[in-house]
Each structure stands twice: as C-alpha cells, then as structure tokens.
Nanobody
Framework: QVQLVESGGGLVQPGGSLRLSCAASRFTLDYYPIGWFRQGLGKEREGVSCISSRDGSTWYADSVKGRFTISRDNAKNTVYLQMNSLKPEDTAVYYC??????????????WGQGTQVTVSS
C-alpha cells in the first residue's frame, strides 16, 4: 500500500490556474509511473494525466489536453499537475497515485485524501 499526499487545490475563477503537487516521504517517486485522477460530485473517478517512470512519456485525457501539464521534479521527489484555463467542469477532488490504472490503485487500497479543486466565479 503506497499512498501519496496531494496538495495545491483551492478555489479559482474560470480561466485561472492552479498547480497541484503529489509528494511522497518514504520512497522515491521516480521509480513509479504517476497518475493524476479526479472525481467530481456524483461522478465516477476518471484519469486525468499520467507520466511514465522510464522515459517520461505522458498521457492526458481529451478533456484536459492542451490545458494541463504533468511533470516531475526528482530533486524534490514531487510530481506536479499544472492546470491552466480552468473550467467549472474541472471542479473535483484530485488524486495522485503510483499507477496510471485506477483499478490497480483501487485494488491496492492506495487512494490518498485528495485535494479539492473548485472552479467558480
């Protein structure tokens, strides 16, 4: 069971930006693929973005492509999700995990507390 700590959420106006952070204190993140997920109120959890452990390749959901950027800072043992041009439909609790498949994360019981992102005027 490997849990990460998410931070950086908050309230932002439409069109604004936020940077989410995903950190670990007991192990090195660069050995793992890291996925960002979100769950809006009354909605299923969905994948947002993922970054591989080997070559840094990335994946984005169509709904965030061109607006969100995932990146690693190995020196800080942190993975970031830069979110620009935020829309009300981006409102959700955002989670990170050491896998890009949410079913794998669920099976391992590794979901953290998440961080709330609210996009509203």
């Amino acid at each position: 069971q490997v849990q990460l700590v998410e931070s950086g959420g908050g309230l932002v106006q439409p069109g604004g930006s936020l940077r989410l952070s995903c950190a670990a204190s007991r192990f090195t993140l660069d050995y793992y693929p890291i996925g960002w997920f979100r769950q809006g109120l009354g909605k299923e959890r969905e994948g947002v973005s993922c970054i591989s452990s080997r070559d840094g390749s990335t994946w984005y959901a169509d709904s965030v492509k061109g607006r969100f950027t995932i990146s690693r800072d190995n020196a800080k043992n942190t993975v970031y999700l830069q979110m620009n041009s935020l829309k009300p439909e981006d409102t959700a609790v955002y989670y990170c995990a050491t896998d890009c498949d949410p079913e794998v994360v669920t099976a391992s019981g590794s979901w953290g507390q998440g961080t709330q992102v609210t996009v509203s005027s």
